[in-house]
Every structure is written in structure tokens, then in C-alpha cells.
């Protein structure tokens, strides 16, 4: 699997650029450097991101921070969404960091000018730990995830499931959450949140519209849930692949940008699936991968067990993770196209990686692979 390129931009001269912009907010004489600036490697395929430590001085004195830079994708790099609202993700992050006990990293700056990078920016500081990879998937194997027990991997999954918990204890009737609402119609949160996905999916296909994907959003509809829990904060790509681990504990939590309003369903369903997806590229290489981790009617267990709620029937949220994830890597093989590294099909749904698990999922014969 391929990483597809993000962005050309020179590191060297992103990183000269920030230090001149750090002096402007610092005090006057802090005199900041920038040292060991790397671009990490193996998650993400959206904003782009720079680690680099800042020194400075104050009142005379050293200081330094590890830090983070998380930076808007030029229209050229083909970007996955239409849009990045970096100011958006700057906020939720720290709202979660100050009224809940989720692991999130302190922000420090935003930054909407666009002549500092060119895009909008913002900094946070660094964490230690270590991140499921993408890149190769960690149901490959070769990494701290496949090389712990099953034990491990079990404490693992319910430090994950009690992270998404407790995100969600952030309700639109406690916390203003008003700025994360998606200005679509509908009658609940949830309608409204299916209604932005569906725009996504027709700026995603444009002219060459997907006729599978059709299927999917009128499968979605025809089965829409009578029932669903509270609304709530959710997280968007909530999954391991976007947690910091110390062992088997989540140390930090990253990647707001799907961010938005709806039952916790929506990013249970999304834990599930983006697992099983990586699961089933697994076994389809002919490795065993790791079966048992994030079933969907253990999610849900866990999920009644750390926060004393219940879950409602996750099956059509994980179909409605697998569609939207099906829009997103459609969007993903194009611009590995357009860099040249795959070609244009015969078949425009042979863009979607995972093809066959949609169709499955329209005709019933997938589910049995989820444990239903």
C-alpha cells in the first residue's frame, strides 16, 4: 500500500518561515530556533504535519517546547476534502482538553494568516508514544499492536473504547458545541450529519458519478435507524490508527477534522469498521491479521461496561462507516492517479479499495465476517 503524496513543500523552508512567525509571538528578545524538523511518516493523508522543537529565551532564561505543526493542504496537493478548518479542529482540541479527561495535545497557536505559510496553521505540543501505522497496516504485523498479547491487545482495545466514552460526554446541553453543527437540513443530528456526507460523496464524484456508491446512500436511507442515543460530541476518525499508546494506554488522541454532532454510535461504528478494513486487506494478502480485536458487539459491551451507556444496534453505523470510507478512498485512488501511482479503471468502482465489502453489505453476506 502506497502512501500517496501530500504536499511539495520545501521543509526548509517551512520551517524558516515558522521561526520567523514564532518571533512575532514571543516577547521581543526571545529570539527563537527551530531544530530537528522531520515530517513523520505512516498515518495521515490530509493536513500535513511538521515536528520541530522551539528554543527561545525568557528573561533571559532557556526554554524550549516539542511541538507540532498541523498545516492547511494546498489545493494543489489534491486534498481529500474540500475544505480544512483548521481554526475548527484548534477549538474542539481544546475543548476536550479542558473539560474532559481525554488525552489530548496542549494547543498553543493558531494561525489564519495565510501569508505566514501560505495556508492556515496551528502548533501544538509533542507527545511520546507509539501510533498504530497505516502504512503498512498494523494488522500486518511487525509492530507493537501484532507483537503484544492477546491480552495486551484486549486492554488495548478497552483504552480506546473508554477514550471515544468519554468524548462523548460532551453534550450540546452542557458545552457549546453550536460551532461543530453542520448547516444541512434535517430534522436530528443525525440526518443532518448523513446529509453533509452525502455532499461530500457528490463533490467527491462530480461528473463520474459512482453508481455503488448511489447504491450505498440509498441503502443508508431506506434503513435509517429509528432509534439512536444521545447526541454528543463526535470525534469523526475515531480509531487506534489516530491514538497515542504508552503500552496499552491512550496518551494522546489526534485528528479532529471530521469532528461534528451525533450519537456515539456514529463513531463507534467508524472504530469497528476502519479496523475491519484494515483487517480484511490483511487477510486478503494471506496473513491472519488480528481477528478479534474491535467486533462490533464487544465495542458495544465495552462500551456499556466504562461508561454505563448503551449502544443501539451498530450494524447500520458500520455500514455507514464503511460508505463514507468508500467515498473517502475513492477520492484517495484519484489522487494517487493524478501522482502517478495507480491508473484510471475500466470500472469507476474499481476506485473504491474496498468494493466488494460495500456490495457485500447491500446483499447480506458480509456481516457474518463482523460477527452477526
Given amino acids: 500500500m502506497e502512501r500517496p503524496t501530500t504536499s511539495t513543500r520545501d521543509v526548509g523552508e517551512t520551517a524558516a518561515a515558522l521561526q520567523r512567525w514564532l518571533a512575532g509571538k514571543l516577547p521581543e528578545g526571545s529570539d527563537p530556533e527551530l531544530g530537528d524538523v522531520v515530517v513523520p511518516e505512516g498515518n495521515g493523508m490530509s493536513s500535513e504535519t511538521l515536528l ?8 533571559g532564561k532557556p526554554e524550549s517546547r516539542r511541538c507540532v505543526a498541523r498545516i492547511e493542504p494546498p489545493d494543489s496537493a489534491h486534498p481529500v476534502f474540500p475544505s480544512y478548518d483548521l481554526d475548527l479542529q484548534y477549538r474542539v482540541m481544546d475543548l476536550v482538553g479542558r473539560a474532559t479527561a481525554v488525552p489530548v495535545p496542549e494547543v498553543m497557536w493558531f494561525e489564519g494568516d495565510r501569508s505566514v505559510l501560505g495556508v492556515p496553521f496551528f502548533v501544538m505540543s509533542r507527545i511520546d508514544g507509539e501510533v498504530p501505522r497505516d ?9 507493537f499492536v501484532a507483537d503484544g ?40 443530528a443525525l440526518e443532518r450529519h448523513l ?6 460523496h457528490e463533490w467527491v464524484v462530480a461528473t463520474r458519478p459512482s ?13 435509517f435507524p429509528e432509534e439512536t442515543g444521545p447526541d454528543a460530541l463526535s470525534w469523526g476518525d475515531s480509531r487506534i490508527g489516530n491514538m497515542m499508546f504508552v503500552g496499552t494506554d491512550v496518551v494522546a488522541v489526534f485528528d479532529w477534522e471530521m469532528a461534528g454532532i451525533a450519537p456515539p454510535e456514529v463513531d463507534a461504528g467508524w472504530m469497528s469498521y476502519l479496523h475491519q478494513f484494515f483487517q480484511d486487506l490483511t487477510v486478503d494478502a494471506g496473513m491472519p491479521g488480528l481477528p478479534g ?9 465495552t462500551y456499556q461496561e466504562v461508561s454505563g451507556r448503551e449502544l443501539h444496534d451498530l450494524r447500520w453505523y458500520v455500514a455507514y462507516a464503511a460508505i463514507r470510507h468508500g467515498v473517502i478512498m475513492r477520492r484517495v485512488t484519484e489522487r494517487s492517479i493524478l501522482f502517478g501511482q495507480a491508473e484510471v479503471p475500466d470500472d469507476l468502482d474499481d476506485l473504491i479499495m474496498h468494493r466488494r465489502t460495500l456490495e457485500g453489505m447491500l446483499d447480506g453476506s458480509y456481516w457474518a465476517t463482523m460477527g452477526w
Fill in 149 to 188: 498479547s492477546d491480552g495486551d491487545r484486549a486492554a488495548l482495545q478497552r483504552s480506546a473504547i473508554a477514550t471515544l466514552a468519554e468524548i462523548h460526554t460532551l453534550r450540546p446541553h452542557q458545552h457549546d458545541l453550536g460551532f461543530l453543527a453542520y448547516d444541512e437540513p434535517g430534522a436530528s
Fill in 52 to 59: 520541530f522543537t522551539a528554543s527561545w529565551r525568557r528573561e
Fill in 293 to 301: 480485536m474491535f467486533q462490533p458487539n464487544e465495542v458495544r459491551r
Fill in 211 to 223: 453508481p455503488l456508491l448511489a447504491d450505498c446512500f440509498r441503502w443508508l436511507e431506506d434503513h
Fill in 135 to 143: 502504512v503498512m497496516p498494523y494488522t500486518f504485523g511487525d509492530n
Fill in 195 to 200: 446529509a453533509h456526507w452525502r455532499g461530500y
